[in-house]
């Protein structure tokens, strides 16, 4: 750990090249290569690319470690590699120089410059109404195709509303053929009870009928009979005592 912490002090410069990032293992303690000073300067110049002395912790410690020098090597490798790669910056593509810029060659005559100069305003003219017309005619061709969708767009609003309005209708038609279905049940129902009650009160009145008959008749046959007259009293009593409605 001491040794990573002494090697983090020295600096982007550590991954130069192997050669270089291992020149301090030949220097004396607290030494840095390409300074430009004394090892016991405290003061040096520090520059892009160049080692500047080491604190005295870090030189005691690589000092002190035990660790060979070989086993640095890959570390510092992978420093070096770290280093390139941040370094380095990405390649720019130019883009290719105009064949229109200074293409322009002065003439000697004014005439021709003018009779020059009126052709490039022509074909600029010639140029700009072409772009124009294209962009009349891509304008054109957004404005059908935004009314050709718009005009889709309405078609399948109107086939929608009509299936629905379809399927409306044919609910409606399916409710109203079931409500006659029930109404025509009911009617039929209604008119089968009133036949069985008409039924009953004529066969109730028949046999009151009957019963009034059998009784008219019954009060003819007795009154048609002769009473004796030891028993003239009693029957006049049970005639007064049992009246017999007509």
Not at 33 to 49: D, I, Q
Not at 74 to 83: E, K
Not at 142 to 168: F, H, I, S, T, Y
């Amino acid at each position: 750990m001491q040794i990573f912490i002494g090697l983090l002090h020295t600096g982007p410069s550590v991954g130069r090249s192997d050669q270089a990032g291992l020149e301090w293992e030949t220097q004396p303690q607290g030494f840095s290569p390409r300074c430009g000073g004394s090892p016991s300067s405290p003061l040096a110049r520090h520059s892009r690319g160049d080692l500047c002395p080491l604190p005295p912790s870090s030189a005691m410690a690589l000092s002190s470690s035990s660790r060979p020098h070989h086993l640095l090597r890959p570390l510092l490798r992978g420093f070096h590699a770290t280093a390139q790669a941040l370094a380095r910056p990405e390649p720019h593509e130019f883009s290719k120089p105009s064949e229109y810029l200074g293409s322009w060659e002065p003439a000697g005559d004014p005439r021709e410059a003018w009779a020059r100069l009126e052709r490039l305003r022509k074909g600029y003219a010639r140029d700009v109404r072409q772009l124009r017309v294209q962009y009349s005619y891509e304008v054109q061709l957004l404005d059908a195709e935004r009314q050709r969708k718009a005009e889709a767009r309405a078609e399948a609003a109107r086939l929608a509303n009509e299936e629905r309005k379809a399927a409306k209708a044919a609910a409606a038609q399916t409710r109203a053929a079931e409500r006659r279905a029930l109404e025509h049940d009911f009617r039929l129902a209604l008119m089968k009870e009133r036949a069985e009650k008409l039924e009953s009160w004529r066969e109730k009145e028949k046999l009151k009928a009957q019963k009034k008959a059998q009784h008219k008749d019954l009060l003819r046959k007795k009154s048609s009979l002769w009473v004796a007259e030891d028993k003239l009293e009693q029957k006049i009593l049970d005639a007064i005592t049992h009246i017999t409605p007509l």
